[in-house]
Structure formats: C-alpha cells, structure tokens
C-alpha cells in the first residue's frame, strides 16, 4: 500500500472540501417537509432541554433516531437558530466523506488516485445535494466510510488494534443513525424491525400525521410552521 503525501496533500484536500461544502449553506430556505421536520425538532430540543425525547410542535418523535436532532440541538445553542446552522450536521459529514475518499486512495494506490476520487465524489450531484440537507443520509455515509478508513488503515499494518475496534465503534454509531430507515422503509436493514416497533408506537401517538405532512387542516398547518421556526423562530400563528 501506498501513501506518498505530504501534509500540503492534507491540509489542500480540507481547504478543498470546505470550499465544496460550505459556501452559501444558508443562502435557501428549507426545503419541505424533511427540512423542516429536523430542524424543528432540533431547536425543540435545544429549547425544552430534553434530549431523551424529541418533540414535534409537542408530539413526541420517534420516527427516526436521535443522532442528528442532538447535533442540531448542540449547534443551535453554540451558534443560534439558522438555515446555516440546521445544515451543518450534514456539511461537516460530507466534508469528512470527501476527506476520507482521498485519504483511502492515497493509501490504497497513490497520491493521483487519491485526488482523483476526491475530486469525483465532490462533483457529484446527489452527494452534494445531500451534503447541504438536513437528512440522515450523509451523516450515515461518513460514519461507514470512516468505518471503510479504519479497515484501511488495519490492512495497512500501521493501525493497530484499535483501529479494529473503532471500525465497531463507526458501524455501531451509523446504524443507529440510520435506525433501519435506509431508503425510508426501512428495508435492508437488520435493525429495521425492531425500529419499524419503535416507529410505529410513535405514529400511534399521533405523530404519523404531523410527520407526513397532515391529516387535517391544523396538522398541515403545523408542518409547514415549522420551517418558519427553524429558520427564524416564528411558529405558525404568529406574527
């Protein structure tokens, strides 16, 4: 295996991918209804303080994993409540999966691979767009290509041991990220039964409706409040 980098190669390819990833992260508005859904339970969890259960306008949540409401709860109170802010779970994840892409071709191939893959993945649509969205998606790509980085690096023989076990801890930390929701179903996914019975008491309380967009007048009228809120603290009703 190969490395052949220097530390220009290093801090070039970061200065790289934040030029890719950050620049007008902020400059749209969220994007209906999964935007709005994340960034509001996000600042209610910064605002009530309960990191245990996420709410929805009240309802309690549990449709998708915690991860990324935490994340965006965190940067909600170190930096305040913003369209730049929502997004920046998802940004940094995408600024660690092209880093990572990189640094697995310079160490598999060489210097030129490692770059031209870089260079690849930051050029491609869906990861882009997916980079600059509050969904699960891209922070459930960074944690299995660190998890990949962390088989590099044992295969490599510089890593030791514990590159191993923290090859555990990523894939550990991405399915519960992901929660067994991969494609929205649910399918292909070993824990998705069991977070297809998590879900489903969830919906049984009455969030299903909210989380979809509404059954009724008032539940759509809660959802689409709720980009309003994320983006400047104003929920539906008021003025």
């Known amino acids: ?135 699960l998606d891209m922070t459930l790509t960074f944690w299995i290509t660190a998890a990949l980085a962390c088989l590099v690096q044992v295969a490599a023989g510089t890593g030791g041991r514990k590159f191993g076990y923290l090859f555990f801890v990523c894939l550990g930390v991405g399915a519960g990220d992901a929660g067994g929701r991969v494609g929205g179903d649910g399918h292909g996914h070993p824990i998705a039964g069991a977070e297809g019975v998590v879900g489903g008491a969830g919906e049984a309380r009455g969030g299903k409706a909210v989380l979809e967009g509404g059954r009724g007048e008032e539940s759509g009228k809660r959802l689409e409040g709720a980009g309003a809120v994320a983006s400047g603290g104003r929920g539906p009703g008021k003025k």
């Open 1 to 135: 295996m190969s490395s052949g980098v220097s530390k220009l190669d290093r801090w070039g390819l970061a200065v790289f991918a934040a030029v890719v990833v950050f620049p007008f992260l902020g400059s749209f508005g969220l994007l209906e209804p999964d935007e709005g859904r994340f960034a509001q339970i996000g600042r209610e969890m910064a605002a009530n303080g309960n990191f245990l259960v996420p709410h929805l306008n009240g309802i309690e949540q549990f449709y998708k994993p915690p991860l990324v409401y935490w994340l965006n709860a965190v940067f909600y109170k170190l930096m305040g409540v913003s369209e730049w802010t929502a997004r920046l779970p998802s940004a940094l994840a995408f600024f660690g999966v092209i880093w990572l892409t990189g640094w697995m071709g310079w160490r598999l191939v060489g210097r030129k691979v490692g770059w031209s893959a870089a260079l690849i993945l930051a050029s491609m649509v869906e990861p882009y767009a997916l980079g600059r969205q509050i969904t």
